[in-house]
């Protein structure tokens, strides 16, 4: 009985150890991806602010 009490005790602490790991890797893979697709994100960007004014611009009837 002793056990089953204590292993939420040791449960919660590795498993939130785990998530902590995961999330860094995540972030670096991120950062990593970020570096590469930069231009690209800025250009994709661009290109859904355009769509988006031209847009705003039909519904407005201009």
């Not at 998530?19 to 661009?46: D, G, H, P, T």
């Amino acid at each position: 009985g002793i056990i089953i009490l204590l292993c939420p005790f040791f449960i919660i602490p590795f498993i939130s150890i785990i998530f902590a790991y995961i999330i860094e890797y995540i972030r670096r893979y991120i950062k990593q991806r970020r570096k590469k697709q930069n231009q690209i994100q800025y250009l994709s960007m661009i290109i859904i602010i355009s769509r988006s004014s031209n847009q705003t611009r039909l519904s407005a009837g201009i």
